[in-house]
């Protein structure tokens, strides 16, 4: 039996789109479940639109989510000479013929299908004419000669028997005019020449099934498995675009989504294993196969993306949970300075209280990340002459305290609430504004032993709340 072979193929005309991230994923998954072997092939024929700034983007974003793959990358705009041999081959054994049809022959014919409303199909008009008809001074296209009659049958993995008329399938471009090979040519050749075992991709894909399929048996070769997995729609139910919001992984990059989570939500996005959720690598690879694929479309949800990010950012490692953030601060906010990281690590426990996102814990520390207390002007109002009586009693009671800790806060506090005749609120809300500039934040006693005694001393005796 054949090693297991498959690839993920995207065109570098764009930044990588979560649908695409998810296609790599299952191929992935599928071929090391399997003990085999996953590709990266790029396809950039598209000379007009592929840029290496795509190309380095996809990498990036495979390897960010943590799929790796095999041997170096497989460049399609390398390999045109052996699709353009293909395509001669093709013409020499009678399965593909030259198309002398002018541009504006083709125009009048698509004019034609859609005042009738009937999908355009070209007319097969050279089909079997002579080429001593040619016109001289048009170069031809070449079109491969589809099936006429009868029916093929798909066996797909994931949506079971497709049945199609041949009929339907027109007689496509393998060779442009200018001699490039089209789309369907390239992918054939190319998977034919890298082994490929499985195709697995989106269903948008399925007519191109077809046209492939005819291609490998008029060349004779071994028919890889097909399996279609059906698209990502937004939560309206629209196909999701690479025009939509949130659509890239730097997206979610950018607001703190990990990659684990990320790559654990893509995972149970169509596809389910009993009553599992939450998959580490290693179980994602062992139970990973194509009978868990759905049929129907699966929605987008931004909601259970962050829920999943929760869950991570509650569950992992602090130490870990901490690599990442110090990453995304670098990477989008200012870095974590040296002598804070210490601080923010010990503090992480409860920094991380109700966090969704890398970008919550960023915000939920930045009265630790920052030198200057930042005041939001709306809240600094608050510190009146009684808050300002409540700052000065701590401040004359704070000095005495060696070790700091609840146990050793709270009398403190207690004896505050007392002698200003106040509640808990009235004598934490006025610490908190003065030592984070905010009356949101972490609970006050979390504050004043994550910024420790010397730091501590210095806001509380800032002239700005003096």
């Known amino acids: 039996m054949k090693k297991v072979a498959t690839r993920f193929a995207p065109s570098p005309t764009g930044a990588l789109h979560i649908g695409g991230v998810r296609t790599a994923l299952f191929n992935w998954l599928y071929s090391k479940n399997q003990k085999g072997d996953f590709y990266l092939r790029i396809e950039d024929t598209d000379k007009e639109r592929s840029k290496d700034e795509y190309k380095d983007q996809i990498i990036k974003s495979l390897k960010w989510i943590g799929i790796n793959y095999d041997n170096e990358e497989y460049i399609q705009s390398k390999k045109i000479e052996d699709h353009i041999k293909v395509a001669i081959e093709l013409l020499n054994s009678g399965h593909a013929y030259k198309c002398y049809c002018s541009s504006e022959e083709i125009e009048e014919q698509k004019k034609r299908a859609r005042q009738k409303k009937i999908p355009y199909i070209y007319d097969r008009k050279w089909r079997d004419k002579k080429e001593n008809d040619a016109p001289k001074d048009i170069k031809p296209v070449i079109r491969f000669k589809s099936k006429i009659n009868g029916t093929t049958i798909l066996k797909d993995l994931v949506q079971g028997d497709v049945e199609i008329d041949?009929?339907?399938?027109?007689?496509?471009?393998?060779?442009?005019?200018?001699?490039?090979?089209t789309y369907n040519l390239s992918a054939s050749v190319d998977d034919h020449q890298m082994n490929m075992t499985h195709i697995i991709r989106g269903d948008d894909h399925k007519i191109n099934t077809f046209k492939q399929i005819q291609i490998y048996q008029a060349m004779k070769w071994d028919l890889p498995s097909f399996a279609h997995i059906p698209l990502i729609?937004?939560?309206?139910?629209?196909?999701?675009?690479?025009?939509d919001k949130a659509s890239t992984l730097d997206d979610y990059s950018k607001i703190g989504i990990m990659p684990d989570a990320l790559r654990n939500y893509l995972l149970r996005l169509g596809w389910s294993y009993k009553d599992k959720e939450i998959f580490s690598l290693d179980e994602s690879i062992k139970y990973f196969n194509l009978e868990g694929i759905g049929k129907s479309p699966s929605k987008l949800d931004m909601s259970r993306i962050l829920s999943m990010n929760e869950h991570y950012i509650k569950n992992i490692d602090e130490n870990d949970l901490f690599d990442q953030l110090n990453e995304y601060c670098k990477l989008y906010k200012s870095e974590i300075k040296t002598d804070k990281k210490d601080k923010i690590k010990k503090s992480l426990t409860f920094l991380k209280n109700k966090a969704k996102t890398l970008e919550d814990i960023f915000n939920n520390s930045k009265y630790i990340m920052l030198d200057e207390v930042n005041f939001n002007q709306d809240d600094i109002k608050l510190i009146d002459d009684k808050a300002k009586k409540v700052i000065s009693d701590f401040s004359a009671q704070f000095g005495s305290v060696?070790?700091?800790?609840?146990?050793?806060?709270?009398?403190?506090?207690?004896?505050?609430?007392?002698?200003?005749?106040?509640n808990f609120k009235g004598v934490g809300q006025p610490l908190r504004i003065a030592l984070t500039g905010s009356k949101f934040g972490p609970g006050i006693y979390d504050i004043i032993i994550s910024l420790g005694k010397e730091e501590v001393t210095k806001r509380l005796t800032s002239k700005k709340i003096s």
Not at 166 to 181: A, H, S, V
Not at 403 to 416: F, R
């Open 166 to 181: 041949n009929n339907t399938i027109e007689d496509f471009i393998i060779l442009r005019n200018d001699g490039t090979p």
């Open 233 to 243: 729609h937004t939560i309206e139910g629209k196909k999701l675009s690479k025009r």
């Open 402 to 422: 060696d070790n700091l800790s609840k146990e050793t806060l709270e009398p403190i506090i207690n004896k505050l609430i007392k002698s200003n005749e106040t």
